[in-house]
């Protein structure tokens, strides 16, 4: 076979082609149609996904057409013209020939794509656009289009006519991509499906536009375009044949084919048995396990079982979804290494696996409605995945796997949320849970002491005497469980020149205590752990029991070890007046959404702070919308992050709220003002208002035909804050994969830190430069007369801070002032009525009165670790509900980034970072930026013109090769003369 034989045929045919305008306008036909089903058919833009997976989703069918137009002329018009027997009888291999033209038609193909590459180029200047599955489509599209061009030449090569050519070869593709598509599977079941799937050109082709190259689709396309290029030579070969020939030459030529064709196609088969030769060319390899699952893989003491359950018989939608969720759950076994079990049950076969499942897990079938072409009848399906660990298990139904977007009225989207992420925290869920039936001992790697700081007894109230033994006999019990993990030791802050207690309150903030204020004995009881990097302060429990003092202890230690569940405070006003007219939230919660994220891997504990102090055990306190605050329950947070805990509070000076006539901003006051001033954050009057924003849902009634049809029209609405891009800090891992965040309503925050303090500011979100503030309390969505924003700019225009983290040091707001709960307790006692000497309280009394009132001794701490965070976030309404419900009504979901923002500061924060790394991998769906209609029609506008310049460009380059070939003739004739 010779290269320079094969590249002149090519060669010939491309001059061939563009010889005439009928290739130019095969070329120009096929952008055009691209183009359109890209923008109008898909709706690209009210989409509003930063991908170009409308193109490719519909290239499987464009495809067929350009492939059967390049090669309906090929070999036809050979045999019509006569020419075909010339060419049989030159010394040019059959091979040569073929293979000459293939490459030419290959070549005319990857000219049409290449045209359509600035429809890419054009969506990664406007978003933030993922070029692996671009790239993998491409690949798709070459190999598919050569499979195509192979089938096209082989009709071409069995018939005289051109438009037969074209229709046969149009038939034929078309029969290969209908295999695969529900239109046919879903006539089957399971296994007769998934047969058929992995015959079909197209459902091979999405999973190659979704960013994953594997081997077996890329082999399959490669042994369809051998095959029909070997079918393509013999049939060329047999017209050299004599009908007296040599029979024996003929018989091994058809035995040779034969051979080869069944050798490409059972290769097929062989390679379907394995299912890891595949590549994942997505950023942050989001269809691959991630290092984070496998360590906790690699945490698997016992086996781990993973069972799915999948019906046959299953609404279509589900169906295309089983076969990846099936290569994932054997993923998930591969990278077990042993220590995971898959299995696969369909409980309809299976009476008894049906019946645990019910029974023991839970798990029951979802009626689906299911029609064909005779009947339409109710299904009941199974789409569930079973982790079991020990005694742990945790079942995954379908609503849990899968995500529904509503494209229409008739229209939805269904496809997998993010498999791994669901999969990876059950994982996690069952491990711990079967851990933690063992000794916390068995989850800290290092060792972690206990230090002490108490008075000596003399000093002490007499419960804390009694206490102090409790609290030996405990200390001394973990000692011994906890072997060299755990030691402790008790100092006395006044032995000594009393250096040690102006340590620790330098250090760490520790005052002396009193029982009550007029209590004149003072006295240490600061209990604290200590890894030798961070130091946590271990509260004095209530009941001072041994009990009591051994979980709070323990709390403690969880937060030095690997594999505990942790536990979350959630303070949210539940009684906030609701927002009438806009969709209401499942359940009496106004942040469901959100408790749902983290009650999943958290335990989240509801508290309103009432009693002054954050409930035992809890690592991070989350206050949402808060509202007139009193003292107790501002000391409560401020202790909180003054034993080095983490606050995160949402909080804004107004609260939208919307009744039958207007929607409004009323001002609400937090209660939160001065401690956050004292704190360096403070609320700037008025609200954020952004040209970039996401869109507010309105319904508009419309008069046609004397009926009134109610419609939702989306209206710019710049009070929704879209922040995105240089608006998310890149460098946090909190946001530095979120691929955008809704604020509503937002108050912009001022930072003012002190120079010489050691805490750290990081800016989490922040508005775009063209963002303005507004005092305006009414915030209905405004449009002008021609259909624009009714909103314009008011003032200065700049970038306002919306979310911020302080980190380091803090001093309380309550540094020399007496403690909030002494004076509670106090101001309960029975007032006397005649003062006098004779009659005033023994301190002791009173004390111990204090104490038994309380239940706890307690004090002022008056700076914090350097463990301490501090979140702020500037609106009142980031994860309300109802307005997750309205983002997301454009598509018929509930927007979820800022929910997965205030997740990924509790993973963040409490140092479980790994369920971060995975969730963010999930984020394949990037969004577009808010854009003016104006500007969606420049940029449609702006890609036919690069479509119809593309063809220009390929004109005058073909133009510019005849030119040059002319003068290499003109001169050769010329030197021939002389």
């Known amino acids: 076979m ?87 009888t030159l010394p040019v291999g059959t091979w040569e020939f073929v293979l000459g033209k293939f490459l030419a038609c290959w070549t005319l193909l990857g000219v049409a794509l290449l045209l359509t590459l600035p429809l890419p180029v054009t969506v990664a200047f406007i978003a933030d656009l993922d070029w692996g599955p671009v790239l993998a489509g491409y690949v798709a599209a070459m190999l598919l289009g050569g499979a195509y061009l192979a089938i096209g030449l082989f009709v071409s ?184 079990r898959v299995e696969f049950i369909d409980p309809a076969t299976d009476p008894e696996a049906e019946e645990e499942a019910n029974g023991k897990y839970g798990i029951r079938p979802v009626p689906f409605q299911i029609a064909d072409r005779y009947q339409a009848t109710l299904v009941n399906s199974y789409f569930d995945v079973l982790v079991s660990y020990g005694d742990q298990w945790e079942a995954l139904g379908f609503r849990d796997l899968i995500e529904v977007k509503v494209l229409g009225e008739d229209s939805l989207d269904v496809q997998l949320r993010n498999p791994e992420y669901d999969l990876t925290r059950s994982i996690r869920k069952v491990l711990y849970g079967f851990q933690g039936g063992g000794s916390i001992f068995d989850n800290i790697s290092g060792s972690v002491r206990f230090v002490g700081y108490l008075s000596p007894d003399r000093n002490l109230p007499e419960a804390l005497v009694e206490y102090r033994q409790t609290l030996q006999t405990v200390l001394e019990e973990l000692t011994g469980a906890g072997d060299e993990k755990f030691s402790a030791e008790l100092l006395d802050p006044e032995a000594g020149d009393g250096s040690l207690a102006q340590e620790i309150q330098e250090r760490y903030g520790f005052q002396p205590m009193a029982s009550s204020l007029f209590d004149l004995n003072q006295f240490y009881f600061y209990m604290t752990l200590t890894d030798g990097e961070t130091v946590l302060q271990v509260p004095i429990p209530q009941g001072l029991g041994a009990d009591a003092t051994r979980r709070s202890i323990e709390d403690g230690l969880k937060r030095f070890a690997t594999g505990m569940l942790k536990s979350v405070a959630l303070v949210v006003d539940e009684a906030a007046p609701m927002m009438m007219g806009m969709p209401q939230a499942p359940g009496g919660s106004r942040v469901e959404e959100l408790k749902s994220f983290l009650q999943y891997d958290f335990n989240v504990v509801s508290t309103d702070l009432a009693e002054g102090t954050v409930p035992d055990g809890v690592e991070l306190v989350m206050m949402l919308a808060p509202a007139d605050l009193d003292e107790k329950q501002v000391f409560a947070l401020d202790q909180f992050l003054m034993q080095g805990g983490t606050v995160v509070i949402a909080t804004g000076n107004y609260a939208a709220r919307l009744d039958q006539q207007a929607l409004t901003a009323n001002p609400q006051v937090s209660g939160l003002a001065e401690w956050l001033a004292h704190h360096g954050v403070r609320l700037g009057d008025g609200m954020v208002m952004d040209p970039q924003n996401a869109a507010f849902p309105a319904p508009v009634t419309r008069q046609v035909g004397g009926f009134s049809f109610q419609e939702l029209v989306m209206l710019d609405y710049p009070y929704f804050i879209d922040v995105r891009g240089a608006g998310l800090d890149p460098d946090n891992g909190i946001t530095a994969r979120l691929p955008q965040v809704t604020v509503p309503w937002a108050s912009p925050l001022e930072v003012e830190v002190p120079a010489e303090s050691a805490r750290r500011v990081t800016r989490l979100l922040t508005s775009s430069e063209r963002s303005w503030i507004s005092t305006d309390p009414d915030v209905m969505p405004r449009i002008d007369e021609s259909g624009s924003s009714g909103f314009r700019p008011e003032g200065a225009q700049q970038s306002h801070l919306l979310a911020v983290l302080l980190e380091g040091r803090f001093d309380s707001f309550f540094r020399g002032k007496p403690s909030p709960l002494l004076a509670a307790a106090d101001a309960g006692a029975e007032p006397e009525t005649d003062i006098t000497a004779a009659t005033l309280p023994d301190p002791a009394e009173q004390a111990a009165a204090a104490a038994d009132r309380l239940g706890v001794v307690t004090s002022v701490i008056d700076r914090s670790p350097e463990s301490a965070r501090l979140f702020v976030i500037g609106s009142n309404s980031i994860v309300d509900d109802q307005v997750l419900r309205v983002l997301g009504s454009a598509d018929g979901t509930v927007y979820t980034n800022s929910v997965e923002f205030m997740t990924n500061i509790v993973d963040w924060s409490v140092e479980d970072r790994s369920l971060l790394d995975i969730r963010s991998r999930g984020h394949f769906n990037r969004t577009l930026p808010p854009m003016e209609s104006g500007d969606q029609v420049f940029i449609e506008a702006l890609n036919y013109g690069l479509a119809l310049l593309g063809v220009g460009l390929v004109f005058l380059w073909h133009r510019r090769r005849l030119w040059a070939e002319e003068r290499r003739y003109a001169a050769w004739m010329r030197g021939g003369a002389a």
Do not use: C
Not at 13 to 22: G, K, N, P, T, V
Not at 39 to 56: G, L
Not at 287 to 292: E, G, K
């Open 2 to 88: 010779r290269l320079d034989v094969i590249r002149r045929i090519a060669r010939k045919e491309l001059r061939l082609f563009f010889a005439s305008a009928i290739g130019y306008l095969f070329l120009a036909s096929f952008l055009a149609v691209t183009l359109f089903v890209f923008f109008w058919v898909d709706a690209y833009f009210a989409r509003n996904v930063a991908d170009v997976r409308p193109m490719f989703e519909w290239m499987p069918i464009l495809l067929i057409f350009l492939s059967a137009a390049i090669t309906m002329r090929m070999w036809s018009e050979e045999r019509r013209t006569g020419t075909l027997e010339f060419v049989a």
């Open 157 to 340: 090569a069995r018939t005289e006519s051109q438009i037969v050519s074209l229709i046969v070869a149009v038939f034929a593709g078309t029969l290969f991509y209908v295999l695969g598509s529900p239109l046919v599977t879903n006539l089957f079941a399971s296994g007769g499906a998934d047969l058929l799937r992995s015959l079909g050109s197209g459902s091979r082709f999405a999973s190659i536009t979704r960013g994953v190259l594997d081997l077996r689709d890329l082999y399959y396309y490669v042994s369809l375009l051998a095959v029909f290029l070997t079918l393509n030579v013999y049939s060329l070969e047999t017209q050299r044949w004599a009908a007296d020939g040599a029979k024996a030459r003929h018989q091994r030529w058809r035995m040779g084919t034969l051979l080869v064709v069944a050798n490409l196609v059972a290769a097929n088969l062989w390679l379907g048995q394995f299912n890891t030769l595949r590549i994942d060319v997505t950023e942050g390899r989001i269809y691959s396990i991630s290092p984070a699952t496998r360590s906790y893989l690699a945490q698997l003491q016992e086996p781990l079982l993973i069972r799915g359950y999948f019906s046959n018989r299953t609404h279509p939608l589900l169906a295309p979804l089983v076969p990846r969720m099936r290569d994932l759950l054997t993923e998930f076994e591969v990278a077990g290494a042993g220590r995971v």
